[in-house]
């Protein structure tokens, strides 16, 4: 997946100065690599279909189509505040990710971790029934009771 991205980006990048349109400023030197920020700001805007990931991982076709925007004006030599600020116009301002709501990295280990113990626990506990099974349960013993005689010789004894 960031092979295709980075194959995106660099698509992008080389479409805005194969047509012509890279404006670089007045000295000539930019103050940080093309790529780096156009990945920062892939990041920084979440994509409009669902409000749920940023268009640098998302895989619809709007947020294709916004990280190509976003490199064809990074190309052109647009601030970030000027590339946030269209999609924001374009969205509202709910289209920027908010870093305090980004999960931290150790998030979606939580649930495999979960997943794990339990099945550790289940699988000692099934292990320990089994080795330290109850024997059989032992008649209970209760008072003698004398043996009571058969049908059959209660007919022979009335025969007599």
Same mark, same amino acid.
């Given at each position: 997946?960031?092979?295709?991205?980075?194959?995106?980006? =660099?698509?992008?990048?080389? $479409?805005? #100065?194969?047509?012509?349109?890279?404006?670089?400023?007045?000295?000539?030197?930019?103050?940080?690599? *093309?790529?780096? &920020?156009?990945? &920062?700001?892939?990041?920084?805007? $979440?994509?409009?279909?669902?409000?749920?990931?940023? %268009?640098?991982?998302?895989?619809?076709? !709007?947020?294709?189509?916004?990280? #190509?925007? !976003?490199? &064809?004006?990074? =190309?052109?030599?647009?601030?970030? /505040?000027? !590339?946030?600020?269209?999609? %924001? =116009?374009?969205?509202?301002?709910?289209?920027? %990710?908010?870093?305090?709501?980004?999960? =931290?990295? +150790?998030? *979606? +280990?939580?649930?495999? @971790?979960? $997943?794990?113990?339990?099945?550790?626990?289940?699988?000692?506990? %099934? &292990?320990?029934?089994?080795?330290?099974?109850?024997?059989?349960? @032992? *008649?209970?013993?209760?008072?003698?009771?004398?043996? $009571?005689? /058969?049908? /059959?010789?209660?007919?022979?004894?009335?025969?007599?």
């Amino acid at each position: 997946m960031s092979h295709t991205r980075s194959s995106l980006t =660099a698509f992008g990048i080389a $479409l805005a #100065i194969a047509a012509g349109d890279l404006v670089l400023p007045a000295n000539g030197q930019t103050s940080e690599d *093309p790529t780096t &920020r156009i990945m &920062r700001l892939e990041k920084a805007v $979440l994509a409009p279909c669902c409000y749920t990931e940023a %268009v640098a991982t998302h895989q619809s076709e !709007i947020a294709l189509k916004m990280r #190509i925007e !976003i490199a &064809r004006w990074v =190309a052109e030599g647009r601030t970030d /505040d000027e !590339i946030l600020g269209t999609y %924001v =116009a374009r969205y509202g301002s709910k289209v920027l %990710v908010d870093p305090r709501t980004t999960p =931290a990295w +150790w998030t *979606p +280990w939580i649930p495999w @971790m979960a $997943l794990i113990l339990a099945s550790g626990f289940g699988l000692w506990r %099934v &292990r320990h029934w089994q080795t330290h099974a109850l024997p059989a349960p @032992m *008649p209970a013993s209760g008072p003698e009771l004398p043996a $009571l005689p /058969d049908f /059959d010789e209660e007919d022979e004894w009335r025969k007599q």
